[in-house]
T-cell receptor, first 113, second 115 residues
Framework: QKEVEQNSGPLSVPEGAIASLNCTYS??????FFWYRQYSGKSPELIMF????GDKEDGRFTAQLNKASQYVSLLIRDSQPSDSATYLC?????????????FGSGTRLSIRP | NAGVMQNPRHLVRRRGQEARLRCSPM?????VYWYRQLPEEGLKFMVY????????ESGMPKERFSAEFPKEGPSILRIQQVVRGDSAAYFC?????????????FGEGSRLTVL
């Protein structure tokens, strides 16, 4: 089992709709969870981080965490063509503050006009 | 520019040569991570370092690869006797400022091509 799993996509969503991206992780000790966006040929940039169970909202983005199910998701409301990118889920492994951060393989999102 | 600086941005090597990739973390950051990315794939963890210490190198191949983060100067990822399979983008990221949320700040990457 991979440490962090995502559907590779591509996920195609019409403009203005909600895009839902999912991620599961294997380490029950994981404490911190991140969503990064990566445009083709560019470096990843952080969209959101979440530490506690539940929802966290920031503008059009909502991160959802369920530690019991080892599941984290990202919702993008009112999707825009500029949201077309690869979305990477990242998780810290273990309890230590000196824990490595592991990325999933990413989900390619395409917003169609 | 106080961001993460990587150089060179592009590096071409012939099989058997050495590649050295450098990374200067963001000012105030003491943690450096190196990741490798193949086209259309995710980021593969290689190594996690703090100043003068390797914290976790579980993602580093056992041979030919090494990393350091000296007290002074940038972090270095060194690949000896490169092979074509080493061709990839190598990203460095830093974290660990005074408001450490665990967020990684990435450099623009070093793209290695092995001929």
């Amino acid at each position: 089992q991979k440490e962090v799993e995502q559907n590779s996509g591509p996920l195609s969503v019409p403009e203005g709709a909600i895009a839902s991206l999912n991620c599961t992780y294997s380490d029950r000790g994981s404490q911190s969870f991140f969503w990064y966006r990566q445009y083709s040929g560019k470096s990843p940039e952080l969209i959101m981080f979440i530490y506690s169970n539940g929802d966290k909202e920031d503008g059009r983005f909502t991160a959802q965490l369920n530690k019991a199910s080892q599941y984290v998701s990202l919702l993008i409301r009112d999707s825009q063509p500029s949201d077309s990118a690869t979305y990477l889920c990242a998780v810290t492994l273990g309890y230590s503050s000196a824990s490595k951060i592991i990325f999933g393989s990413g989900t390619r999102l395409s917003i169609r006009p | 520019n106080a961001g993460v600086m990587q150089n060179p941005r592009h590096l071409v090597r012939r099989r058997g040569q050495e590649a050295r990739l450098r990374c200067s973390p963001m000012k105030g950051h003491s943690h450096v991570y190196w990741y490798r990315q193949l086209p259309e794939e995710g980021l593969k963890f290689m190594v996690y370092l703090q100043k003068e210490n390797i914290i976790d190198e579980s993602g580093m191949p056992k041979e030919r690869f090494s990393a350091e983060f000296p007290k002074e100067g940038p972090s270095i990822l060194r690949i000896q006797q490169v092979v074509r399979g080493d061709s990839a983008a190598y990203f460095c990221a830093s974290s660990g400022g005074t408001a450490n949320t665990g967020e990684l700040f990435f450099g623009e990457g070093s793209r290695l091509t092995v001929l």
